[in-house]
Protein backbone atom coordinates (compact mmCIF):
# COMPACT_ATOMS: atom_id res chain seq x y z
CA UNK A 1 0.00 0.00 0.00
CA UNK A 2 1.04 3.85 -0.77
CA UNK A 3 0.32 6.57 1.58
CA UNK A 4 0.74 10.00 1.32
CA UNK A 5 0.72 12.36 3.90
CA UNK A 6 0.06 15.93 3.41
CA UNK A 7 2.57 18.00 6.18
CA UNK A 8 4.38 15.29 6.41
CA UNK A 9 6.73 17.12 8.38
CA UNK A 10 4.02 18.59 10.71
CA UNK A 11 3.90 17.35 14.46
CA UNK A 12 1.59 15.14 13.80
CA UNK A 13 2.57 13.85 10.14
CA UNK A 14 6.16 13.12 11.67
CA UNK A 15 4.82 10.10 13.63
CA UNK A 16 2.26 8.35 11.65
CA UNK A 17 4.96 8.49 8.93
CA UNK A 18 7.34 6.87 11.49
CA UNK A 19 4.31 4.66 12.67
CA UNK A 20 3.28 3.55 9.07
CA UNK A 21 6.85 2.73 8.06
CA UNK A 22 7.47 0.64 11.01
CA UNK A 23 4.33 -1.14 9.54
CA UNK A 24 6.25 -1.47 6.09
CA UNK A 25 4.23 1.16 4.22
CA UNK A 26 5.16 2.92 1.67
CA UNK A 27 4.58 6.62 2.93
CA UNK A 28 5.47 9.60 0.92
CA UNK A 29 4.61 13.29 1.62
CA UNK A 30 3.63 16.61 0.63
CA UNK A 31 5.34 19.78 2.55
CA UNK A 32 6.36 23.50 2.25
CA UNK A 33 8.76 24.63 0.55
CA UNK A 34 8.63 21.90 -1.81
CA UNK A 35 4.93 21.78 -2.68
CA UNK A 36 2.06 23.95 -0.68
CA UNK A 37 -0.84 23.17 -0.66
CA UNK A 38 -2.72 25.61 -2.27
CA UNK A 39 -0.51 25.16 -5.78
CA UNK A 40 -3.18 23.36 -7.53
CA UNK A 41 -0.23 21.93 -10.34
CA UNK A 42 2.19 21.18 -7.58
CA UNK A 43 -0.30 19.10 -5.75
CA UNK A 44 -1.61 17.61 -9.40
CA UNK A 45 2.07 16.51 -10.34
CA UNK A 46 2.75 15.09 -6.92
CA UNK A 47 -0.64 12.66 -6.95
CA UNK A 48 0.61 11.34 -10.24
CA UNK A 49 3.78 10.97 -9.24
CA UNK A 50 3.20 8.95 -6.20
CA UNK A 51 -0.22 7.52 -7.00
CA UNK A 52 -1.22 6.82 -3.46
CA UNK A 53 -3.93 4.30 -2.24
CA UNK A 54 -4.89 6.46 0.72
CA UNK A 55 -3.95 9.91 1.80
CA UNK A 56 -3.63 11.26 5.38
CA UNK A 57 -4.28 14.76 5.44
CA UNK A 58 -2.89 16.19 8.11
CA UNK A 59 -1.53 20.03 6.68
CA UNK A 60 -2.97 22.80 8.31
CA UNK A 61 -2.28 26.19 10.27
CA UNK A 62 -3.01 24.98 13.84
CA UNK A 63 -2.12 27.53 16.12
CA UNK A 64 -5.01 27.95 18.17
CA UNK A 65 -4.07 31.43 19.79
CA UNK A 66 -2.14 32.60 16.79
CA UNK A 67 -5.76 32.08 14.69
CA UNK A 68 -7.18 35.24 16.64
CA UNK A 69 -4.02 37.35 15.08
CA UNK A 70 -3.92 35.75 11.58
CA UNK A 71 -7.62 34.22 11.13
CA UNK A 72 -7.57 35.34 7.38
CA UNK A 73 -4.09 33.34 6.76
CA UNK A 74 -5.32 30.53 8.61
CA UNK A 75 -8.32 29.86 7.19
CA UNK A 76 -7.60 30.68 3.30
CA UNK A 77 -4.54 28.06 3.93
CA UNK A 78 -6.41 25.48 5.42
CA UNK A 79 -9.80 25.95 4.02
CA UNK A 80 -7.62 26.57 0.16
CA UNK A 81 -5.02 23.58 0.60
CA UNK A 82 -8.21 21.02 1.13
CA UNK A 83 -10.11 22.13 -1.69
CA UNK A 84 -6.79 22.03 -3.47
CA UNK A 85 -6.39 18.59 -2.65
CA UNK A 86 -9.82 17.10 -3.24
CA UNK A 87 -9.78 18.65 -6.90
CA UNK A 88 -6.20 17.30 -7.52
CA UNK A 89 -7.67 14.28 -6.75
CA UNK A 90 -10.40 14.27 -8.96
CA UNK A 91 -8.56 15.28 -11.83
CA UNK A 92 -6.17 12.62 -11.60
CA UNK A 93 -8.95 9.67 -11.48
CA UNK A 94 -7.13 7.41 -8.81
CA UNK A 95 -9.84 7.14 -6.37
CA UNK A 96 -7.48 7.38 -3.36
CA UNK A 97 -9.05 6.80 0.36
CA UNK A 98 -8.96 10.17 1.93
CA UNK A 99 -8.43 11.07 5.33
CA UNK A 100 -9.35 14.82 6.54
CA UNK A 101 -7.65 15.06 9.83
CA UNK A 102 -10.83 17.65 11.65
CA UNK A 103 -10.59 18.67 15.20
CA UNK A 104 -12.25 18.52 18.05
CA UNK A 105 -12.25 22.30 18.11
CA UNK A 106 -15.12 22.31 15.53
CA UNK A 107 -17.58 21.21 18.33
CA UNK A 108 -17.31 24.47 20.53
CA UNK A 109 -18.66 24.58 23.87
CA UNK A 110 -21.54 22.04 23.46
CA UNK A 111 -23.80 21.89 27.20
CA UNK A 112 -23.56 18.28 27.53
CA UNK A 113 -20.84 15.53 27.59
CA UNK A 114 -19.64 13.11 26.59
CA UNK A 115 -19.43 14.69 22.59
CA UNK A 116 -20.42 12.39 20.27
CA UNK A 117 -19.93 12.79 16.11
CA UNK A 118 -23.72 13.56 16.42
CA UNK A 119 -23.28 16.49 18.01
CA UNK A 120 -23.66 19.38 15.92
CA UNK A 121 -20.71 21.50 14.68
CA UNK A 122 -20.52 25.05 16.81
CA UNK A 123 -16.36 26.43 16.60
CA UNK A 124 -15.92 29.23 18.62
CA UNK A 125 -12.71 30.87 17.45
CA UNK A 126 -10.80 30.92 14.01
CA UNK A 127 -8.79 27.85 13.96
CA UNK A 128 -11.65 26.17 14.58
CA UNK A 129 -13.87 27.79 12.02
CA UNK A 130 -10.92 26.30 9.11
CA UNK A 131 -11.60 23.24 10.71
CA UNK A 132 -14.97 22.79 10.17
CA UNK A 133 -14.35 24.30 6.83
CA UNK A 134 -11.68 21.43 5.96
CA UNK A 135 -14.21 18.93 7.82
CA UNK A 136 -17.52 20.15 5.66
CA UNK A 137 -15.44 20.16 2.45
CA UNK A 138 -14.22 16.58 2.61
CA UNK A 139 -18.25 15.73 3.88
CA UNK A 140 -19.30 17.30 0.69
CA UNK A 141 -17.03 15.42 -1.77
CA UNK A 142 -17.48 12.28 -0.31
CA UNK A 143 -21.30 12.69 -0.59
CA UNK A 144 -21.30 14.97 -3.88
CA UNK A 145 -18.72 13.22 -5.52
CA UNK A 146 -18.95 10.02 -4.62
CA UNK A 147 -15.45 10.05 -3.24
CA UNK A 148 -13.97 7.80 -0.75
CA UNK A 149 -13.65 10.21 2.77
CA UNK A 150 -13.20 9.78 6.24
CA UNK A 151 -13.52 12.44 8.68
CA UNK A 152 -11.33 12.38 11.83
CA UNK A 153 -11.94 14.18 14.47
CA UNK A 154 -9.09 13.80 17.26
CA UNK A 155 -9.23 15.33 20.54
CA UNK A 156 -6.21 16.90 22.96
CA UNK A 157 -3.32 15.08 22.77
CA UNK A 158 0.11 15.25 23.68
CA UNK A 159 2.44 15.64 21.53
CA UNK A 160 6.27 17.29 22.17
CA UNK A 161 6.69 18.63 18.19
CA UNK A 162 3.39 21.10 18.95
CA UNK A 163 5.02 23.23 20.63
CA UNK A 164 2.14 25.93 21.07
CA UNK A 165 -0.02 23.48 23.26
CA UNK A 166 -0.54 24.14 26.90
CA UNK A 167 1.39 20.84 28.27
CA UNK A 168 4.85 21.66 25.91
CA UNK A 169 4.75 25.12 26.94
CA UNK A 170 4.65 23.74 30.30
CA UNK A 171 7.26 21.39 30.32
CA UNK A 172 9.37 23.76 27.74
CA UNK A 173 9.51 25.90 30.88
CA UNK A 174 10.33 23.25 33.79
CA UNK A 175 13.33 22.30 32.17
CA UNK A 176 14.59 26.12 31.64
CA UNK A 177 13.53 25.92 35.52
CA UNK A 178 15.77 22.50 36.03
CA UNK A 179 18.83 24.27 34.25
CA UNK A 180 18.28 27.59 36.12
CA UNK A 181 16.83 29.72 33.26
CA UNK A 182 13.77 30.61 34.39
CA UNK A 183 12.41 31.12 37.56
CA UNK A 184 8.79 30.07 37.45
CA UNK A 185 5.67 28.89 35.08
CA UNK A 186 3.36 31.56 33.44
CA UNK A 187 -0.05 29.99 32.57
CA UNK A 188 -2.96 30.95 31.33
CA UNK A 189 -6.34 28.92 31.88
CA UNK A 190 -6.10 25.79 33.84
CA UNK A 191 -9.66 25.05 34.65
CA UNK A 192 -10.65 23.49 31.23
CA UNK A 193 -11.02 19.81 31.01
CA UNK A 194 -9.61 17.46 28.57
CA UNK A 195 -9.55 14.01 27.94
CA UNK A 196 -5.68 13.33 26.28
CA UNK A 197 -3.78 11.06 24.25
CA UNK A 198 -0.66 10.76 24.07
CA UNK A 199 0.04 11.43 19.82
CA UNK A 200 1.58 7.63 19.23
CA UNK A 201 -2.04 6.47 20.49
CA UNK A 202 -2.99 8.73 17.54
CA UNK A 203 -1.27 7.89 14.92
CA UNK A 204 -2.22 4.43 15.35
CA UNK A 205 -5.44 4.99 15.34
CA UNK A 206 -4.85 6.68 12.10
CA UNK A 207 -3.45 3.48 10.77
CA UNK A 208 -6.65 2.10 11.06
CA UNK A 209 -8.13 4.09 8.08
CA UNK A 210 -8.30 1.39 5.55
CA UNK A 211 -11.05 -0.97 8.09
CA UNK A 212 -13.27 2.48 8.26
CA UNK A 213 -16.93 2.85 6.64
CA UNK A 214 -16.42 5.79 4.58
CA UNK A 215 -18.84 9.07 3.82
CA UNK A 216 -21.88 7.53 2.59
CA UNK A 217 -24.65 9.75 -0.01
CA UNK A 218 -27.29 7.81 2.87
CA UNK A 219 -26.62 8.38 5.59
CA UNK A 220 -25.20 12.00 6.97
CA UNK A 221 -23.46 9.98 9.74
CA UNK A 222 -20.66 7.74 7.78
CA UNK A 223 -17.70 8.10 7.80
CA UNK A 224 -17.09 10.60 10.86
CA UNK A 225 -15.27 10.14 13.43
CA UNK A 226 -13.74 10.93 16.96
CA UNK A 227 -10.62 9.71 18.42
CA UNK A 228 -9.44 10.69 22.16
CA UNK A 229 -8.36 9.59 25.17
CA UNK A 230 -10.86 8.34 28.24
CA UNK A 231 -10.19 9.67 31.14
CA UNK A 232 -11.46 13.36 32.39
CA UNK A 233 -7.96 15.93 33.69
CA UNK A 234 -7.92 19.46 33.91
CA UNK A 235 -4.85 21.52 32.43
CA UNK A 236 -4.58 22.75 36.37
CA UNK A 237 -4.22 18.85 37.10
CA UNK A 238 -1.78 18.03 34.28
CA UNK A 239 0.56 21.10 35.42
CA UNK A 240 0.38 19.59 38.73
CA UNK A 241 1.48 16.05 37.44
CA UNK A 242 4.19 17.58 35.58
CA UNK A 243 5.38 19.58 38.42
CA UNK A 244 5.46 16.36 40.38
CA UNK A 245 7.87 14.91 37.92
CA UNK A 246 10.53 18.05 38.29
CA UNK A 247 13.69 18.14 39.64
CA UNK A 248 13.37 21.45 41.03
CA UNK A 249 10.74 23.66 43.33
CA UNK A 250 7.83 25.31 40.87
CA UNK A 251 6.24 28.41 40.84
CA UNK A 252 3.25 29.65 39.17
CA UNK A 253 1.72 32.99 37.66
CA UNK A 254 -1.36 33.05 35.96
CA UNK A 255 -0.48 35.55 32.52
CA UNK A 256 -3.44 37.20 31.76
CA UNK A 257 -2.24 37.50 28.20
CA UNK A 258 -2.21 33.77 27.77
CA UNK A 259 -6.16 33.72 28.02
CA UNK A 260 -7.75 33.10 25.28
CA UNK A 261 -10.57 35.99 23.62
CA UNK A 262 -13.13 32.11 23.68
CA UNK A 263 -12.12 28.89 25.34
CA UNK A 264 -13.69 25.53 24.69
CA UNK A 265 -13.49 24.66 28.34
CA UNK A 266 -14.50 21.06 27.94
CA UNK A 267 -13.97 18.26 25.63
CA UNK A 268 -14.53 15.11 26.76
CA UNK A 269 -15.38 12.58 23.59
CA UNK A 270 -17.53 9.98 23.20
CA UNK A 271 -14.81 7.91 20.87
CA UNK A 272 -16.83 4.50 21.30
CA UNK A 273 -17.86 4.18 17.61
CA UNK A 274 -14.45 4.07 16.26
CA UNK A 275 -13.69 1.82 18.81
CA UNK A 276 -16.17 -0.55 17.95
CA UNK A 277 -15.18 -0.77 14.21
CA UNK A 278 -11.28 -0.85 14.90
CA UNK A 279 -10.79 -2.61 18.31
CA UNK A 280 -8.51 0.46 18.79
CA UNK A 281 -8.11 1.64 22.28
CA UNK A 282 -5.20 4.17 23.75
CA UNK A 283 -2.53 2.34 25.23
CA UNK A 284 -0.08 4.86 26.83
CA UNK A 285 -1.12 6.42 30.11
CA UNK A 286 -1.08 10.20 30.49
CA UNK A 287 1.67 10.39 33.45
CA UNK A 288 3.95 8.40 30.96
CA UNK A 289 3.04 10.92 28.40
CA UNK A 290 3.78 13.75 30.41
CA UNK A 291 7.19 12.47 31.37
CA UNK A 292 8.13 11.76 27.81
CA UNK A 293 7.05 15.17 26.74
CA UNK A 294 9.08 16.64 29.51
CA UNK A 295 12.25 14.68 28.91
CA UNK A 296 11.78 15.38 25.13
CA UNK A 297 11.99 19.63 26.37
CA UNK A 298 14.96 18.41 28.85
CA UNK A 299 17.39 16.98 25.88
CA UNK A 300 16.22 19.70 23.74
CA UNK A 301 18.49 21.90 25.59
Not at 47 to 57: E, F, G, T
Not at 195 to 206: E, G, L
Not at 220 to 244: A, F
Request: proline share 5%; aromatic share 8%; with cysteine.
Amino acid sequence: MRALITGIRGAAGTYLAEYLRGNGIEVSGIARPECDMVDFHAVYAKLMAVRPDVIYHLASDANVRDAFDNAAQVFTNNAAGTVTLFEAALKTGLDPLIMVCSSSEVYGNPKVYPISEEFRIQPSNPYAVSKAAQDLLGQMYGRGYGMRVVITRAFSYVNPLRRDLALSHFARQIAAIERGEASEIVHGNLDSVRSFCDVRDVVAAYARLPTLPTISKLNDGDGIYNIGGGDRVSIGQCLEMLMGLATAPIKTRQDPALMRQTDVTNQIPDCSLFRRITGWEPKIPLRDSLAWLLDHYRAAA
